[in-house]
């Protein structure tokens, strides 16, 4: 099994329409953190979470928001889906034991918004 | 101010040949770490290797090997005898030790092994 999973892997919504994406990790890492992909770029940082109580903002927070509801779960949720919001989203985990640790990922999800 | 370079929007090699693929870094922290993801077509960053900005040694992981040059600032990865299934995006990335875990990503180099 995955160490990091996402559901769903794939989901088409429409304009306006509230989603969640949800990511839960066996790793046992106290970090974990969103992520959105657009078409021939880079990552940029959604959300950030070092662990249950403690959750940051990043790079692209406006539109998002975010719940921690255990240390192997972060969702990732739009309150009003906008069609620029179409994209790859990955979930990452890292173990935080130091400034540089290695962030594994989930597999994705493709969102499309009509 | 933190960025990541990977001058090559793509590149096409032909099978069982070796691959370098370019990343150059700007940090003034003296500690960090840099990092290769591969992207496949089907969509998902597997993380290939790791190097410390301490690291006295060029990482290795299979056939998988950075070139790290501290003083030119770059951490080229490395691919020998190239394989169809390496063909991919590739993402250089760094993140300071110093700041937020923010890792911070390069634009990708998409590589094309030819049979």
């Known amino acids: 099994d995955a160490d990091v999973t996402q559901t769903p892997r794939n989901r088409i919504t429409k304009t306006g329409k509230r989603i969640m994406l949800e990511c839960s990790q066996t790793k046992g890492h106290d970090r974990m953190y969103w992520y959105r992909q657009d078409p021939g770029l880079g990552l940029q940082l959604i959300y950030y979470?070092?662990?249950?109580?403690?959750?940051n903002k990043g790079e692209i927070s406006d539109g998002y928001s975010v719940s921690r509801q255990a240390q192997a779960k972060f969702s990732l949720s739009l309150e009003s889906a906008i069609p620029n919001q179409t994209a790859l989203y990955f979930c990452?985990?890292?173990?935080?034991?130091?400034?540089?640790?290695?962030?594994?990922f989930g597999p994705g999800t493709r969102l499309l918004v009509l | 101010a933190q960025k990541i370079t990977q001058t090559q929007p793509g590149m096409f090699v032909q099978e069982k040949e070796a691959v370098t693929l370019d990343c150059t870094y700007d940090t003034s922290d003296p500690s960090y770490g840099l990092f290769w993801y591969k992207q496949p077509s089907s969509g998902e960053m597997i993380f290939l290797i790791y190097?410390?900005?301490?690291?006295?040694q060029n990482a290795t992981e299979g056939r998988y090997s950075l070139n790290f040059q501290k003083a030119r600032k770059s951490a080229n990865l490395v691919i020998s005898a190239s394989q169809l299934g390496d063909s991919a995006m590739y993402f250089c990335?760094?993140?300071?030790?110093?700041?937020?875990?923010?890792?911070?990503f390069g634009k990708g180099t998409r590589l094309h092994i030819l049979p």
């Open positions: 990335a760094m993140k300071n030790v110093n700041r937020d875990d923010k890792i911070i």
């Open positions: 979470s070092f662990d249950v109580k403690d959750i």
């Open positions: 990452a985990t890292s173990e935080g034991t130091g400034g540089w640790e290695t962030q594994y």
């Open positions: 190097q410390g900005s301490y690291d006295q």
